[in-house]
């Protein structure tokens, strides 16, 4: 059975204080590792999708990286507007199209 | 807009009675997908339509839930006979295509409360 697990489950960070949200899996034929922001009430926004170990994203102040067993969203000198949780989420090959999700990461950015 | 168009964006309800969630997904999608999110869980996968195939209802949880998307686009999620742990957030998603690792796209949600 396809497991997303991320930590930590809340992250306060300081307005410039970078750091990494993870993303731990087991998963039978990844077909897509997907990162995703929620603000509170909104639906998920897509980030990245990444495919294959050693692949990497960026995007702004976010940069996602994928091994065979997690991934990592690391935020580059965060701001206030970066706070959200940020789910990940895998496509398997054992169901080509359900997405499972982990519970999330709250982060808060204090300016 | 170009986007996933939920309705109603909340809806409070008393037990015991049907509700319908309504769904117009993005414009020339042909996958979409219902979704569930529960006060401090994951999003909880519920069914999925692909053009004319059928449906993949294997995440519905009773068989109080039913779906049903008509001439290919808007699509509607009925739960009948509501229970309160039946509260959350439904979201729905639609993609370009079926194929597992195409980007999918989440409305707002609809936000249920059952009381």
């Known amino acids: 059975e396809d497991q997303v697990t991320q930590s930590p489950e809340a992250l306060r960070l300081q307005e410039g204080e970078s750091s990494s949200l993870n993303c731990s899996y087991t998963?039978?034929?990844?077909?897509?590792l997907f990162w995703y922001r929620q603000d509170p009430g909104k639906g998920p926004e897509f980030l990245f999708t990444?495919?294959?170990a050693g692949e990497e994203k960026e995007k702004e102040r976010l940069k996602a990286t994928l091994t065979k067993k997690e991934s990592f969203l690391h935020i580059t000198a965060p701001k206030p507007e970066d706070s959200a949780t940020y789910l990940c989420?895998?496509?398997?090959?054992?169901?080509?199209?359900?997405?499972?999700f982990g519970k999330g990461t709250l982060l808060t950015v204090n300016p | 807009g170009a986007g996933v168009s939920q309705s109603p964006s909340n809806k409070v309800t008393e037990k015991g009675k049907d509700v319908e969630l309504r769904c117009d997904p993005i414009?020339?999608?042909?996958?979409l997908y219902w979704y569930r999110q529960s006060l401090g869980q994951g999003l909880e996968f519920l069914i999925y339509?692909?053009?004319?195939?059928?449906?993949?209802k294997s995440g519905l949880p009773s068989d109080r839930f039913s779906a049903e998307r008509t001439g290919g686009s808007v699509s509607t999620l009925t739960i009948q006979r509501t229970q309160q742990e039946d509260s959350a957030v439904y979201l729905c998603?639609?993609?370009?295509?079926?194929?597992?690792?195409?980007?999918?796209?989440f409305g707002e949600g609809s936000w249920l409360t059952v009381v």
């Open positions: 339509f692909q053009g004319n195939s059928a449906p993949d």
């Open positions: 414009s020339g999608h042909t996958a």
């Open positions: 998603a639609s993609s370009p295509q079926a194929v597992s690792g195409n980007t999918i796209y």
């Open positions: 989420a895998l496509g398997s090959g054992g169901s080509n199209y359900k997405l499972t």
């Open positions: 990444l495919y294959s």
């Open positions: 998963v039978s034929g990844l077909r897509g």
